[in-house]
C-alpha cells in the first residue's frame, strides 16, 4: 500500500470518528436517560403557580444552563414589586434525575425610574427532578427569599451561611417539555 493511501485511510477514519461522535453522544443520552433540553413548564401542585423555562444542554447534554420566568414573589412588597427573569443551571445525577440551582430577584422602581430598581430580595430555587418518561418530570423546589444584604460581597447571590428572610418553601411540580411543532 502506498504512503498516499495510507493517508486517505487514515483520514477517512479520522473523519468518520469526527462525524459519528455527536451521534453517538445524542444515541447514548437518549438510550441512557433522558437529556437537558428544550422549553418547559412547570405547574405547582400545592399552590395555583406555574413557571416556565428553557434548558441549553452542554455539549453532553448532561448539563444545562436554565432561562425562563418565575412568578412567585415575596409577598409583604406590595405591587411595586417586579421579577426579573430566572436564570440557574441543571447537573444529572443519574440516568433520569438532575439537581437545580436558580435565582431571580425582586425589583422596585425609585424615583429615579425603571434603570435604577433597587433590588428589594433575592429568590433562591434549589431541588431535584426526577424524569418520569421523555418530556415528563417531578420536581420537588426548596424556595428561599434573602434580603440584598445577605450578599455582602456583591456577587449577586446569598453568601453562605446567610439566613433567609422567608422560607425555604417546598413545592411539588409536575414539568412537560413543549413538544415540537
Do not use: C
Not at 67 to 80: E, N, R
Not at 110 to 121: E, F, R, W
Not at 126 to 152: L, M
Amino acid at each position: 500500500m502506498t504512503n498516499a493511501k495510507r493517508k486517505l485511510i487514515a483520514a477517512a477514519l479520522v473523519a468518520s470518528a469526527v462525524i459519528g461522535l455527536p451521534a453517538a453522544q445524542v444515541f447514548a443520552a437518549d438510550a441512557g436517560g433522558s437529556k437537558l433540553e428544550g422549553a418547559w413548564v412547570s405547574k405547582v401542585q400545592e399552590v395555583p403557580l406555574m413557571w416556565s423555562f428553557v434548558l441549553v444542554p452542554g455539549a453532553s447534554g448532561r448539563r444545562a444552563s436554565l432561562h425562563g420566568s418565575i412568578d412567585v414573589g415575596l409577598a409583604g412588597f406590595g405591587p411595586d414589586v417586579t421579577t426579573t427573569p430566572l436564570i440557574g443551571e441543571l447537573v444529572m445525577t443519574g440516568p433520569d434525575s438532575a439537581k437545580f440551582n436558580s435565582v431571580w430577584y425582586g425589583r422596585m422602581s425609585t424615583p429615579a425610574g425603571p434603570l435604577s430598581a433597587a433590588i428589594v430580595y433575592i429568590g433562591v430555587n434549589r431541588g431535584e427532578v426526577k424524569f418520569t418518561e421523555p418530556g415528563k418530570g417531578v420536581s420537588v423546589s426548596h424556595i428561599a427569599y434573602y434580603h440584598p444584604t445577605s450578599d455582602a460581597d456583591g456577587d449577586g447571590y446569598p453568601d453562605a451561611g446567610a439566613t433567609p428572610i422567608a422560607g425555604p418553601l417546598t413545592f411539588t411540580a409536575k414539568n412537560t417539555r413543549l413538544p415540537p411543532p
